[in-house]
């Protein structure tokens, strides 16, 4: 196949597939006597992204794999599509989720400690219910308390490529800044509940089911659990 053809399949299954997909799942879709090596397909990949240089959309790496989606800057505009109420993230929520990122593996009973407070089952619940957190195993201790670690699909959410791509804990100056700066939503997308919000019991609805902008025909079905480490 010529370039050209190569960049126009990878364009369309990618616009098509409503997920991330990686090399090897890229060159699948081509039949016997077409398929590119990986260094074509990653040259077309490169092209595509040089292309929507200038564009509404992007083609990005997460780490399941490239897809494309509406930039984030387009946000303020492709919201307008939906009525639906912007996702709201609670302090609690919010702290619980940066612990397991960052300390990853830990137990309730070590976030609990460090936030001085009790972690609501709810909010737990929450994050695993998104896919963003799960049990990765048992903390070698008298009760064996469960130890939750990151997921691939909170990376992704995240447009993270690994954990490498977390900021810095210098860099995060308090609880309020993490919700810009670790880009846990899109512009206008979500709030920060008040502690006030967080006293009365709102953790359970803490976040509603709102996902970043991506251009797709499909509705996004996880591809895998995997803890990234």
């Known amino acids: 196949m010529s370039e050209a053809s190569i960049k126009h399949v990878v364009e369309a299954v990618l616009l098509a597939a409503g997920k991330p997909l990686g090399i090897e799942q890229l060159l699948e879709v081509f039949g016997d006597g077409e398929k590119p090596d990986r ?14 240089a200038e564009r509404g959309i992007e083609l990005v790496q997460v780490a399941s794999g490239w897809r494309v989606q509406v930039r984030q800057s387009m946000e303020p505009w492709v919201s307008r599509l939906t009525e639906e109420k912007p996702a709201r993230y609670s302090r609690a929520l919010l702290e619980t989720l940066a612990l ?19 972690v609501s089952t709810s909010i737990m619940k929450t994050l695993q219910e998104r896919e963003w957190v799960r049990i990765v195993g048992h903390r070698d201790v ?40 670790l880009e846990l939503a899109l512009p206008g997308e979500a709030q920060v509940v008040t502690a006030e919000d967080e006293e009365a019991g709102s953790e359970e609805a803490a976040v509603a089911d709102e996902a970043p902008v991506v251009v797709q025909v499909a509705v996004d079905t996880p591809e895998s659990n995997d803890t990234i480490h």
Request: aromatic share 8%; glycine share 6%; hydrophobic share 35%.
């Open 39 to 52: 260094d074509q397909l990653r040259e077309a990949i490169a092209t595509l992204q040089e292309e929507y």
């Open 100 to 118: 397991v990122a960052y300390r990853q593996p830990i137990t309730r009973g070590e976030i609990e400690d460090i936030r001085g407070v009790s």
């Open 142 to 181: 008298p009760g064996r308390p469960a130890m939750y670690g990151t997921t691939r699909q909170f990376l992704d959410y995240f447009n993270l490529k690994g954990l490498d791509d977390l900021p810095s804990l210098m860099e995060l100056r308090d609880i309020d800044s993490i919700n810009a700066e």
